[in-house]
């Protein structure tokens, strides 16, 4: 009887100085909550982190703390709490269990860094291109911390960009300035904004550079490796911090590529994760995909963070077409194209779309495109259904089979 | 019954409702097989099942040259060399009896898969039931103990239906509420029970597009042969379904096993 194998392979040794970098950011941030000592934003992930930075704020991202929830798995307890007040089962898994956290006084972060809480938001600021569930999330909080919240209202459905939509976020973030001005009580310094685009955009080239090292056949790393190693590009864009770390694994992705180190030991199968992770289970899926050999070698998810459009010396502008530009809020054509391209450079032999539950926006198997992209591509896809951070909605077994009959299938070509 | 000892070969599916074991001879007849409820020890009953399956082809547990184990408790299974996932085995087992391109439409226990295959065997595609049971022996199992019918005799009361009662919900137990609406109107036992069959049909047809032959395997097919008539009669062709299609699996997985496609 065959056992899955667990996982063997050659840690990255970048992975130490990230839980510094990680331990770092959240100590900084706690003690500004409790001295004041700097005015800290909540941010969403994909939002105007490099205007928060450059105006001086620490930037908590409530989405980085669903995804700790999720991996921690106590987002599946959490999740009911705010159930109960009124927030549905079937939207955005991050926002429940974050809301479920607050109430209940629970987070990851005092099992991980001794902190008893997240740190208390100066201002909210969202950036609706990831959903419509972010704004929900903030709103929430601002009523329930009395906290002023503030946003940028994306476009959805973009085919080609137009430079209406790019003037039209560029002014949405102008417009953000003088609120956050009340909030720091300092004036808006643009060298210092530009400074802060520029780290980001630096951040954006490296980990694409990163990610891209994935394109080698056998792959130095996997998708379950990205996220966790994206997590500077997230916490920490739009400082130097993001950029050092990215200089530090760069070098040894590309030493391993060079020294033919696999991620997953006698590499057969390359698969592209189309969606959300399910944070609760990247060991297992990890181990699983690994005892297969078979190796994650990209997904949309970890692509979610490159910025590359960015231009110091058009700050509010570049920020226009970087948020504009992402794969969430194009059309399907575009994304379609996109996976396409994903494709030709990293040559995997089949995609696993991941259809989260309570994340329709970033579940892209549910307008036929996995049916289109198989015949066109010529290779087959899986559907799972999971989801994010709500383990209700995951069956284990089910999804075990169902990647190991795929893999069956690549074998049988 | 022969004392001359050739090489058999082992199959064992280990459904989430029932288990299933066969045993091929080197020409691929079969010569012994076992159905059992799963229960709660998985090893214990495959064992149960082997042990009837060997007696019934009269030959010993050593006379097996492979063994391969499926299903949902294919790593329960001791004195299996190798595990395949059931996608693969009833693939296997569906082009042994028909080889040629086809849907595979599978209704088992708790879960329902439509796979489809090439001329040549080959998986192109396959897809399972999501989360939920609707569609699937569970599903039947449910009703029957509501409607208080044993499921044996839902296959006959469906037949005699003359005015189907159709069921709109997508949910097993909503449909029970459904049902019990249905009764409190009145309406026939064997109508009722045509209208759980059609909602089995209608869960399975919305999960894949039917091309090719379509081939239905599966305990709930075994039990409903209805069930087959009622899909060929709503998509007007005809239906292949293998001798015994409870069996499929395994005999899949006991072809896995004579192909060698052990350590």
Redesign the interface.
Known sequence: ???EKKSTRKQIAAAKPLKKLMADYFYEMDDAAKTGSKKIAWCTSVGPAELLRGMGFLVYYPENHGAMLGATRMSTELIPYANALGYSPDICSYLTCDVGSYLQKKTPLTMAYNIESVPRPDVLVFNTNQCRDVQDWFAWYSRELNVPLVGVHTHRDIGEIREYQIKDIASQIKDMIPKLEGVTGEKFDIDRFKEAVGYSRRTSELWRACLEEAAAIPSPWTFFDATIHMAPAVVSRGTKVANDYYELLLPELKQRVKDGVAAVEGEKHRLYWEGMPIWGKLRPLSEQFYSLKTCVVASTYCNSWIFDQLDPDKPFESMGVAYTELFIVRDEPYKEQYITDCYNRFKFDGILFHDAKTCPNNSNNRYGMPERL?EKLGI??L?I?GDLCDLR?Y?E??AK??I???V??LE?? | MTDKIEPVFAGVDVGASRTKVVILDAEKNLIGHAVKKSGTDFTETAGVCLESSLKMAGISKEDIASCI?TG?GR?N??F?????????CHAKGCYHYFPVSMTIIDIGGQ?NKVIKLDEHG???????N??CAAGTGAFLEEMSARLDIPLEEMDGLARKSENMVELGSYCTVFSGTEVLEKIRQGKKVPDIVKGLFLSVIKRVLEMDSLTDRVVMTGGVVAHNAYLVDMVQEITKSEILVPEYPQLTGAVGAALFAMEGEK?
Do not use: L, W
């Open positions: 009887m065959s056992e198989s087959p896809v559907t259904n909605c069956s077994e089910q089979t169902n190991e009959a795929f069956e299938q049988e070509g | 184990s949902y790593k299974v001791p299996s060399h190798e595990t395949k996932t059931e996608i693969g879960d080959r998986r192109i595609s396959f897809k399972m999501r989360k350590p």
